[in-house]
Structures are given as structure tokens and as C-alpha cells.
């Protein structure tokens, strides 16, 4: 139990163009999900936090236009990235935390983006 | 706010080798600890945690103690395989922040035949 799904797992798009990554908890509801973005050999860095059927808060430095967040059901949160440059290519990584659940939190496979 | 710092990498190790990874950790309350592992191309993994102070966490023959008196979490292996070949990340999460997880920067383990 408790897998977390994401899809697409590598993605390559034109820079200017958008791009949608779905994460989806399979076999249990997610109230809050979170997004990381993972730099080459670098830690993961929180993103945004993504809260089913309210906006989603966003870390400090992260671009609310840029990086769209929509948590519309219990099981599924999305990640576009609008209009998408070279520098927005990364790993992204979306966690799920169950509903009333202790507090841990399951990961997606993440999302290779390049932009080219 | 909470912070974790762990050892830093690479670390290249024959197979049966012993593994430590160092960890420790900044933090206001008492957060829970976590190692994660995460595998060549994979999303990650959650190793084994400890959420208060002595607990030990254990699977697939690692262990990290959570020690308070110190503020550490380090990681432990007697015998690595090559399996064992990942990046382990360090991380803490606390009530007070939502659970959201503080990640330590990853120390990638390589070991060799």
C-alpha cells in the first residue's frame, strides 16, 4: 500500500511551451501533497505545498505563475510549469502525506524535465 | 529553523564494507528523523525513522539511533552490498513546520564488487 505515482517520468519539451506532471496517490487520499524540485547532486527543495480544495502555499523564491499547482481531488495533485525555459529543466519530485494518516510522507518516482 | 547537515560525498566503499553516514540536526522541538534512500533513475525511499529521543530505526541491515544529548541521526550498515549503491538523504520533520520535511544535501554511496 501507500505508492504514490507520477506521470510523465521524462518529459522533453520546447523552451516556451508548458508542461503537466500529475502525481497520484494509487491506493489511498492524500489531503496534502508537496513538490520538490531536485537539482543534479543536490538535495530536494520544498516548492510548494499542495492542499486538496485550496490554493496551494508556495516556499519563498518559488514563482506562483511559473509553477501552477491544482490539488483537485483527494488523489491527485498537478505541477505545470508555464512557458518553460532551459533553466526550469530539473527532477520533480511530489510526496503524498495520507489522510489521517501519522504524518508520513510516500514519494513519487518523479518527473525528468529537459527543456530544450 | 530545523536544519539538517549530513556528511558529505561521495563515499566508495568495497562490498561487506562497514557504511556511516553522519547526520545531525538543528531544531527547535523534537522532530522525527528520517533516512530516505533514493536508487539511480528512482524517486525516494523511505529507509527507517525514529520519531523521539533512543529510538533506533533498523531495515535492510541499516540503523540510525536518535540521539539528543548529540543531535544526531547517524546512518549504519556492517556489511554494504552493491545493491546498496544510492543516494541516502537525512531529514527531520516537526508538527510545528506541517510535517514538511528539512532534507539533509544527499551522500552518494557507491560500492564496488
Known amino acids: 500500500g501507500a505508492v504514490v505515482s507520477q506521470h510523465p517520468s521524462r518529459v522533453i519539451c520546447k523552451s516556451g511551451t508548458s508542461v503537466k506532471i500529475e502525481c497520484r496517490s494509487l491506493?489511498?487520499?492524500?489531503?496534502?501533497m508537496f513538490w520538490y524540485r531536485q537539482f543534479p547532486k543536490q538535495s530536494l527543495m520544498l516548492m510548494a505545498t499542495?492542499?486538496?480544495?485550496?490554493?496551494?502555499?508556495?516556499e519563498q523564491g518559488v514563482e506562483k505563475d511559473k509553477f501552477l499547482i491544482n490539488h483537485a481531488s483527494l488523489t491527485l495533485s498537478t505541477l505545470t510549469v508555464t512557458s518553460a525555459h532551459p533553466e526550469d529543466s530539473s527532477f520533480y519530485i511530489c510526496?503524498?502525506?495520507?489522510?489521517?494518516?501519522?504524518?508520513?510522507?510516500?514519494f513519487g518516482e518523479g518527473s525528468r524535465l529537459t527543456v530544450l | 529553523g530545523d536544519s539538517v547537515t549530513q556528511m558529505e560525498g561521495p563515499v566508495t566503499l568495497s562490498e561487506e564494507a562497514f557504511l556511516t553516514i553522519n547526520c545531525t540536526y538543528t531544531?527547535?522541538?523534537?522532530?522525527?528523523l528520517f533516512w530516505y534512500v533514493q536508487y539511480p533513475g528512482e524517486g525516494l525511499q523511505l529507509l527507517l525513522k525514529?520519531?523521539?529521543?533512543?529510538d533506533k530505526g533498523s531495515n535492510k541491515g541499516f540503523e540510525a539511533t536518535y540521539r539528543k544529548e548529540t543531535t544526531s541521526f547517524h546512518l549504519e550498515k556492517g556489511s554494504v552490498q552493491v545493491s546498496d549503491s544510492a543516494v541516502y538523504f537525512c531529514?527531520?520533520?516537526?508538527?510545528?513546520?506541517?510535517?514538511?520535511?528539512?532534507f539533509g544535501a544527499g551522500t552518494t554511496v557507491t560500492v564496488r564488487a
Open positions: 531544531a527547535t522541538g523534537y522532530p522525527s
Open positions: 525514529a520519531t523521539k529521543a533512543d
Open positions: 510526496s503524498a502525506r495520507r489522510t489521517g494518516g501519522t504524518g508520513e510522507l510516500f
Open positions: 531529514a527531520l520533520s516537526d508538527f510545528r513546520n506541517d510535517y514538511k520535511l528539512s
Open positions: 491506493d489511498f487520499q492524500a489531503t496534502t
Open positions: 499542495s492542499n486538496e480544495g485550496s490554493k496551494a502555499t508556495y
